[in-house]
């Protein structure tokens, strides 16, 4: 009898632990935000983004104005692109939040909060855009909870679309993309940017770190963007890339997009990524980030969350 009432709770036990689990699961799916209409939203907007600057790109006199420095320039395309993504988010999702760049350079919002946030550079490689140099992207990420949920760079010049979802793995133009792989200096190729600052420490740690790496790896590129190559990453056409300088809204959507093709997305003193700190290292593999992190004469910039 004992036995008998001894093995049924025990059935019963294993079948409240069977539901508990089941249930938690459920839970989990049904508070998990479904990210598939901003997904949607957000590819149609960045198409007609593409199209605004396909539009003006061959323009030899677009209206520009210095930023922070003679060679850190915004046009009234990169304004109105920027305008147009926010304009189409935020009637869709009244309770989304923005960190655009031009907005933060007109004194807007660039504290990132738990709330679905879309990170906007809305021509990444403006420079490019400006000498009609076909290398400039619309550069787009959603964070929700401060992680990233999808990103976008899109070359509308090269017809290149590079899309990532968290967990649903990286794609340029809908095929599925993968990092090189590659752990060795000597079979990789860098990009390395100049960069948009006059700054003399900044433009001297810029040409020592050419000149430590140009004997140790296979060739160093720049594209003019860190979105692009960021993406040119994850593509498995380059294998790593590092900056000091660069913001949030020129990593966010990289960041993703690497890290589902498999690559990292690294501090470049080797330690974690810290968004707002202006650096950024990418890397094929965790073996090259690290060997790319012990070459490299560091540059501090001070943080845009200081
Ligand atoms: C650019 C970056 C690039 C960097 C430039 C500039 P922008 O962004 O993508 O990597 O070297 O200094 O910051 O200003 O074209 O959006």
């Known amino acids: ?5 001894l093995s049924i709770s025990a059935v019963c036990i294993k ?4 539901i508990s689990f089941v249930s938690i699961i459920l839970i989990r799916k049904m508070t998990e935000i479904n990210t598939d209409t901003f997904y949607e939203a957000i590819l149609k907007l960045t198409k007609e983004a593409g199209k605004l600057i396909t539009d003006n790109i061959n323009n030899r006199n677009k209206l520009t104005e210095v930023k922070a420095s003679d060679i850190d320039l915004v ?47 809305p021509i990444d490689g403006t420079l490019n855009f400006i000498h009609s140099f076909p290398h400039s992207c619309v550069s ?7 992680k990233p949920e999808i990103g976008i760079i899109y070359n509308p010049m090269m017809n290149q679309l590079f899309t990532a979802r968290r967990g649903k793995g990286a794609f340029l133009n809908g095929n599925q993309i993968h990092v090189s792989n590659k752990k060795a200096l000597n079979e990789a190729l860098i990009m390395l940017e100049g960069g948009t600052s006059r700054d003399t420490e900044k433009m001297k740690t810029v040409y020592q770190n050419q000149q430590k790496l140009m004997p140790k790896v296979q060739g160093l590129r720049a594209l003019g963007s860190a979105a692009l190559n960021m993406a040119m990453v994850a593509l498995g056409a380059a294998d790593a890339y590092f900056e000091f300088g660069i913001h949030i809204w ?10 589902e093709a498999g690559g990292v997305v690294i501090d470049p003193s080797g330690d974690d990524l810290k968004r707002f700190s ?7 593999s965790p073996e090259l980030a690290e ?4 070459e490299l004469v560091q540059f501090y910039p001070t943080p845009d969350d200081s």
């Open 278 to 284: 202006r650096r950024v290292l990418a890397a094929s």
């Open 291 to 294: 060997k790319l992190s012990k």
């Open 75 to 121: 046009t009234e395309t990169d304004k109105a692109v920027e305008k147009l993504l926010m304009d189409g988010l935020s009637k869709q999702f009244k309770d989304h939040k923005f960190i655009g760049e031009e907005t933060v350079s007109a004194g807007g919002n660039l504290h990132l909060t738990d709330a679905p946030t879309w990170i906007i550079d």
């Open 140 to 146: 787009v990420a959603l964070f929700i909870e401060k």
């Open 250 to 259: 020129d990593i966010a959507a990289g960041e993703l997009i690497i890290k």
């Open 1 to 5: 009898m004992l036995r008998a009432s």
């Open 15 to 18: 079948e409240f632990r069977y």
